[in-house]
């Protein structure tokens, strides 16, 4: 054989190994690139609480809550047929709204520190079933989870705190305190919080009350005053204010001065409010 057929087959063998080398490094190269994308996923599941990163008495991510949703409750004066299904349809579209891992929170306007103490759900909202991965996930078992331990539960607390009796006071500073404390003291102050407010926003207790023609300024001077501590310091409110016509002389712009100072000297991010009338 002449030497350069010797060379050209030297070139041959060598261009055959190259290649067979390329495609074994860019088959490595492509299976780390899967597997990272699966670890990816599984990342990106663990942190939306699907699997066993939930608690499962809770529904919260192991690492806790990712954020905070409270609603208070005042049917110290009953709600209209109306009001309440208004109320119920504006409380599932916020639900439906929220991040997977806020903590839902139930609390009740009362002049019973008992009850006011005595928050219901306190779920997190899980994963859907349509937010589930068919790589790793059974999204039938995973809706029916978000269903029937979350929005079965939510509608039932709802339900039953909407049939509470009606009561001769309505002590909402001293409420709002009772739910806060219990919605929001575990959160890092960065986790976003909201609360809301569904109540005709008629303050009466011996703190303070509009029925005794008291406005802000009685307030401020008032030894109850010093009480405020900032205690929704970046907290976004949003006020559901329910109209009494037997109290429209009461419910003026006045009333609506005193909680936008209330809500400004304890910190609030923001506030919004909407009416839920009857008509």
Not at 4 to 13: A, I, L, Q
Not at 68 to 90: I, S
Not at 210 to 226: I, T, V
Not at 249 to 254: H, V, W
Request: hydrophobic fraction near 45%.
């Amino acid at each position: 054989m002449s030497r350069h057929k010797r060379n050209r087959s030297r070139v041959r063998r060598l261009t055959k190994r190259n290649s067979d080398s390329a495609r074994k490094i860019w088959g490595v190269i492509l299976a780390a690139l899967a597997a990272a994308g699966l670890l990816a996923l599984v990342i990106a599941n663990v942190r939306l609480g699907g699997g066993d990163a939930i608690d499962m008495a809770t529904l919260c991510p192991r690492a806790g809550p990712t954020g905070a949703f409270a609603v208070l409750l005042d049917v110290t004066d009953p709600l209209t047929p109306q009001q309440q299904h208004r109320l119920d349809q504006l409380l599932r579209q916020e639900v439906q709204a929220l991040p997977v891992g806020t903590r839902v929170t139930f609390g009740l306007v009362s002049p019973d520190a008992s009850i006011r103490s005595d928050t219901r759900l306190k779920l997190c909202k899980p994963l859907q079933g349509s937010q589930a991965s068919s790589l790793y996930q059974n999204p039938a078992l995973v809706e029916a989870r978000y269903r029937e331990g979350f929005v079965d539960p939510l509608h039932n607390a709802l339900t039953d705190l909407l049939a509470a009796p009606a009561a001769d006071s309505s002590p909402i500073m001293e409420s709002i305190q009772a739910l806060i404390i219990d919605a929001f003291a575990d959160l890092r102050p960065t986790q976003p919080k909201r609360l809301v407010i569904a109540s005709d926003l008629l303050q009466h207790s011996d703190v303070f009350s509009f029925y005794r023609g008291q406005r802000w300024g009685d307030f401020a001077q008032s030894a109850d005053y010093g009480r405020l501590a900032r205690n929704l310091d970046g907290v976004d409110v949003t006020l559901l204010q329910l109209p009494r016509p037997a109290s429209a002389g009461r419910q003026d712009a006045a009333m609506l001065g005193f909680w936008r100072e209330y809500f400004e000297h304890q910190g609030a991010h923001a506030v919004h409010r909407v009416v839920i009338g009857d008509l």
